[in-house]
């Protein structure tokens, strides 16, 4: 009876053993080739490692993947090739380096443009008309300022208008609020936390609230308030500003800024396709109209 084929370490090929998950194991590095070449042979009928050999030795990706792991000289045996699983891992797809690309120059081009991060920054001294600049963007305002003057309009139309912008400010929290806790991503290292009422979730940088909150609200404004044309150029010009403020302050990086720009823009679609009105939530407008 033929006895089983066993691995390098005499151990048998296909037996799972405790110590391959340990980083000093062969599967971490070492001679990890071994351990690669007993899964290989072990994968059940028609699993021929001559095969895989062949097949993987063909490959750019197993030459390139191979050269950590290998760390031997030639007169060491030939590498066995990594499983399939490996090879993934080894083999970054053209989005993965996209992103990651992407990811490190937002990371370069946010450090570059903090510039007003710290009062020692390079433009520390412009600080406090940023966070001024900030507080002109926030929730509280912008909510508080809205139920006031619901509060004092007394046309229909003028209220239609408000509960909307009411509407469009809940909802941009709502969303900003789910997507920060979801994503997770931590603001720049270089932000000092010294924001003027946050929630937990602000701790969280993706995307950035001012940002939807300009986009949006500017958005609103110029569909809503008939206004000159300077005055329409100075709405845009706030929103954009407000954006770049929030990376020269080191609260953001650039990525969550240009998507907060989006979010905010789509966030106000939302709010034009289900626009309140007297016909559609009658109930609205009656209870506001008895308070
Ligand atoms: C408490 C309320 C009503 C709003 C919080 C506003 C806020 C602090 C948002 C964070 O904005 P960034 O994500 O741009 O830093």
Known sequence: MPSPRRNLEGRPLGASTSSSSSPS????????????????????P????????LRASESPVHRRGSFPLAGTGPSQAPS??????????????????????????????????????????SWGSVRPLMKLLEIS?????????????????????????????????????????????????????HNQMDMFFTLSVDKYSFPSGHSTRAALVSRFILNHLVLAIPLRVLVVLWAFILGLSRVMLGRHNVTDVAFGFFLGYMQYSIVDYCWLSPHNAPFLFVLWNQH
């Open 46 to 53: 028609g699993a021929d490692p001559t095969c895989a050999r």
């Open 25 to 44: 194991s062969p599967a971490h590095g070492g001679g990890g080739r071994f351990e690669f070449q007993s899964l290989l042979s072990s994968r059940g």
């Open 80 to 121: 066995a090739p990594p499983p399939d699983e490996d090879l993934m891992d080894l083999n970054p797809s053209f989005l993965g380096i996209a992103l990651r690309s992407l990811l490190a120059i937002d990371l370069w081009l946010s450090k570059k443009l903090g510039v007003c991060a710290g009062e020692s920054s």
């Open 137 to 189: 963007g926030h929730g509280i305002p912008w909510l508080l300022g809205t139920l006031y003057c619901l509060s004092r309009s007394d046309s229909w139309a003028g209220r239609e208008v408000l509960m909307n912008l009411l509407f469009a400010l809940l909802l941009d929290l709502l969303l900003v609020g789910l997507i920060k806790g979801l994503v997770r991503r931590r603001r720049p290292a």
